[in-house]
């Protein structure tokens, strides 16, 4: 059995507004300069990262674009969702704040909450058959685990998906006269789906690392049955979801798991990858026939992933999410049995049913904004997982600078151990991470001039929330696409997609090319 390599995961390639303001080297920052795999993730910054977090959080107030008593005296953004623009960023904080400042903008034009929150149920569940499902179920880190069959997705079906969104988009009173195309308005809806429902709800469950918010997924990504030519027809509906990932949802992706691969798929793979950023790349795990089970079996309980793949979850593609008894008991909190169809929220602990039906709201809006804002679950927060592990005001770290502790934040470093000490034998997503070892590389580090270790960071310019109406600042590469993107990519550290497979499933596996 070939060896499970760990590729690098947790960063992104650097924005335009970061490319001035990281030419020193700052080994303390990236998730790869460190024996903790957490690292970078909330209740786990070093010391360095929790300045980093502080001054992302300073310049936000600054613009706008963020108040600790924003939402129904709540902080408009949590930590946890912080923090995934600053791991994207690799803790450049004007990189960040670019990213972050045009999200807001590009939510703002394309009113993605009242998109969301008001969407036809019946819609919404056709598009989900288009896109990753969850299954209900989580891996042994309590990631959501999503399964996407790409087989029934043929020229017929998208074209069919395409036309449906077409007129779903001309019955929409803001958006039937916007640019954007028609079939990325559902897919809107299913990521806010993701972000706004599933991670916080999930959040709330047991897990080896409470202290942290899940913010990302796992997904499995199966493609057998498929030919050359259905892939290639696939590539623009492939390409809006990452497109749309990297540049408004960054890091939530944690890996990808492809199985199924035919047998001409490792001579393809090398233009295949160029539909993607080299991060999601990265994140890729191309499994051969013998290697599904043992591999999946590492990150998730066989219990929690389908039969089809060697597991003993009795769920196909198309089902609805099929939850065990902790998950469903915890979702039925508000009063409804089993699962719900169409948009939810989770907030305030409850799920809150919205979307609309026959053109009727299921939810007001003045009733859901009284539950506001979403906030990601995690031990030593003011929303925890566990009640007794609350943060106390006086561990505000915005507002008070915490010493370091071994390079680690105190509050970090505090929560850290407590974690450590209340996972059953010990067991943590931190080891679960660390149990595959990465492979060993070498890297010459870019020479750094005196003029560039003693520069400051040019300031962030940040425009007021309020000047934003009709402002379109990035297109994607699509055509008419109101997805925003950086005008220029700038270059991306060496990263790594892993064929996981036996020499007889693909005999032309060769050692892993970095990309570049």
Known sequence: MSTLYRTLTGQSQKSHHSEQSTNTVQPTLTKTTTTDPLTGTLNHLTAAQEEKLDQFKAELLKGGWWSPTGVNGKATHDDGTLLRYLRARKFDV?????????TEKWMKEQRIVELYDHFDVEVYERARLMYPQWTGHRDRRGIPIYVYEIKGLDSKNVAKYQKESEHYKKSLPHHKSLHTPAKLIP?????????NFVLPFVSTLERPNPEVPVTNSTNIVDISGVGLTQFWNLKAHMQDASILATAHYPETLDRIFIIGAPSFFPTVWGWVKRWFDPVTVSKIFILGKHEVKPTLSKFMDPKDFPKKYGGELDWSWGSLPDLDAETLAALEKDGNKGWVRGPCLWLDGERLVVGSENGKLRRPDSEVEKHLPIVYAADY?????????KASKASDKFHTSAPAVNGTAKPHYTAEAAAVKAAPDGLTGAAINADTPAPETKTTPTPVTETEQTSEAPKQALLSPE???????HSSPASGSAVHLPSAQAAHPAVTAEYISSNQDLPSQKKPRTLR
């Not at 004007?94 to 045009?102: E, P, R």
């Not at 927060?381 to 592990?389: F, G, I, K, Q």
């Open 381 to 389: 927060t003011e929303v925890p997982v566990h009640p007794d592990r």
């Open 467 to 473: 000047k934003l109406e009709g402002k379109n600042l």
């Open 94 to 102: 004007a990189g960040a704040i670019g990213q972050f400042t045009d």
């Open 187 to 195: 897919l809107f809806a299913l990521y806010q789906n993701l972000l």
